[in-house]
């Protein structure tokens, strides 16, 4: 029997800046798939998935080789063959799905050029052929408006909706074998939904091949028929999806398949003098204008140390209100109380003090630090800035930060960001936080682009700087795990508004709204058959975002 892509021996090297040579990050590893397979490819962050992914087209990224091994798609040998001979393969017959929709769109272009452009380059249809097979796949995929979204610019679409166009370019030319990149890890858990759906719907009915790369086995489990786990380039474990989460072998796979702890619940009986951060009645506009109102109506308060999550999807309002407390975004209307007096709405305004205790950690680290700025700048900025600190004394401070971020002073101090994982840029981000001494820091999705385990070492150490240094956390994410894992308080958003708001173990217990419901149905479980499950649970009771949203909200 012959395989559609059987990948033997497969060793990739990689090159180290810091010791000038050539080191294997894959080693010997095999892999076959049969025609509408779809195989799960697993691991921590440094484990090779989207390395030993992105080979499966004989393609690898900057900076790393493939050495030695074999590549047989559909009987032909990839590795070794000329460019001419991969450029009529890539695209075509094998076709890529990256992680970031927003980031791989030319801004400039409509949706439906985009689409046209495999098939048109390779002279497989015209474009109103092109354009005709668009709508189909667009339709198939759930797509609002088939027949015009294509005519929208990128931005002029959800993320989910755009992350459903990119699956609907790969289709273009019907390839036999799709690699999907972490297609959905950015997502927030209802837009994850639909993506996830998209992608079982398109493999099934077209009957694609596919490598779907991610570090989140509960999604893995929705879309694969078998699974291979990946630890620094080499293979912990392999079987079919059903087995391997019912009995994983390997301690490791285990780990992945850990799911976090609820903390404890905590007093949060607290007086007046405990409130840190008062929001009052706060509306806000990118505009100006009270009819365009992203925010409406938003009270809260964060008291001292303690963590209130703010969850909702994406275009919720989360992050708008964190430019608003921050003073990013002036409210049109409410306040922003900080112990006990008033800031002021501009950012210009406030006092080099009111900026100290209130920082900001984002989430993407990779833009968030300067690639230029070795860790010991990036951590003693605002040790200058704010202190005032110099020489001896700012680099001694800038040693005890990196220890406490767990990351050895003598190892790390003068690397630059290129040179640090997803993990450690994180914490280097968490460190210049910790410079300025705040009372308060905004994490803004600070582990929805980390893996798993690292996401767990990001959520602990937080925690216990919470426990040692008193500090309070307004946590942004849409990740009801983390959610689960490290908040006191959580409030729901939904269209700029707070629908729900009240201490963790009596929002995370039913009856709930009716939003609040949808997110925690939407959180992928360790069950291939979750996602059937609950669309059919949803058809059942009719429960769906968009009449959710089109509902009054109070």
């Not at 017959?93 to 390779?122: C, G, T, W």
């Not at 003598?410 to 001494?437: T, W």
């Not at 708001?501 to 609040?516: C, F, N, R």
Request: hydrophobic share 40%; with cysteine.
């Amino acid at each position: 029997m012959t395989h559609l892509l059987e990948m033997k021996n497969i060793v990739i090297d990689g090159y180290s800046s810091e010791e000038e040579k050539w080191l294997p990050i894959i080693k010997n590893l095999d892999l076959t798939l049969e025609k509408g397979q779809v195989l799960g490819l697993i691991g921590e962050s440094g484990a090779g998935k989207s390395t030993f992914g992105l080979a499966s087209m004989a393609y690898t990224r900057g900076g790393c080789r493939i050495t030695s091994g074999s590549i047989l798609f559909d009987g032909m040998e990839l590795f070794g063959a000329s460019k001419d001979e991969l450029r009529k393969i890539r695209g075509v017959r094998i076709a890529y799905v990256a992680q970031s929709a927003a980031a791989s769109f030319n801004p400039a272009h409509r949706l439906i050029k985009q689409y046209a452009e495999a098939p048109l380059q390779h002279g497989l249809m015209n474009f109103h052929e092109a354009e005709e097979k668009a709508v189909d796949i667009y339709r198939r995929l759930l797509l609002p408006d088939p027949e015009g979204i294509g005519y929208r610019y990128p931005h002029q679409v959800s993320g989910g909706q755009l992350q459903r166009a990119m699956v609907a370019m790969a289709m273009a030319c019907t390839p036999d074998l799709i690699i999907f990149d972490e297609p959905t890890t950015a997502l927030d858990v209802t837009t994850q939904i639909e993506v996830l759906v998209a992608i079982k719907k398109i493999t099934r009915e077209f009957g694609a091949a596919a490598i779907y790369i991610t570090h989140d086995l509960a999604v893995v489990a929705q879309v694969s028929d078998k699974i291979m786990v990946l630890k620094y380039g080499n293979l912990v474990e392999e079987n079919d999806a059903r087995e391997l989460i019912a009995n994983p072998k390997e301690d490791y796979t285990r780990a992945l398949l850990s799911v976090r702890t609820l903390r404890e619940d905590r007093d949060l009986s607290a007086t007046e003098h405990d409130i840190v951060l008062d929001v009052q009645n706060v509306s806000a506009s990118y505009t100006g204008k009270a009819s365009e109102k992203v925010l409406e109506n938003i009270d809260l308060k964060v008291r001292r140390a303690r963590t209130v999550a703010l969850v909702g999807e994406s275009g919720s309002g989360k992050s708008t209100l964190a430019r608003v407390i921050t003073g990013l975004l002036p409210p049109l209307e409410g306040k922003v109380i900080y112990g006990g007096k008033e800031l002021p709405p501009a950012l210009k305004s406030r006092k080099r003090n009111t900026l100290k205790i209130m920082q900001m950690i984002y989430q993407m680290p990779d833009t968030a630090l300067n690639p230029r700025q070795r860790v010991r700048d990036v951590i003693g900025r605002p040790l200058s800035f704010y202190f005032g600190m110099k020489g001896k004394e700012k680099d001694d401070r800038i040693r005890e930060l990196l220890k406490k971020i767990e990351l050895p002073p003598k190892k790390y101090i003068d690397r630059y960001p290129g040179e640090l994982s997803g993990g450690e840029k994180q914490r280097v981000c968490i460190a210049r936080a910790l410079a300025a001494e705040p009372e308060l820091i905004i994490c803004d999705e600070v582990t929805s682009a980390l893996d798993q385990l690292v996401a767990e070492g990001i959520l602990k150490l937080l925690q216990d700087l919470q426990n040692e240094l008193q500090v309070s956390y307004l946590f942004i994410t849409h990740d009801l795990a983390t959610v689960k894992a490290i908040s006191d308080e959580i409030v729901v958003m939904l269209k700029g508004r707070i629908v729900e708001h009240d201490v963790k173990k009596k929002l995370l217990a039913p009856p709930y709204h009716e939003y609040t419901e949808l997110l925690l149905s939407s959180v992928p479980e360790m069950d291939p058959d979750w996602l059937d499950n609950v669309l059919k649970m949803r058809k059942e009771k009719g429960i769906g975002l968009k009449e959710i949203q089109e509902a009054s909200v109070v």
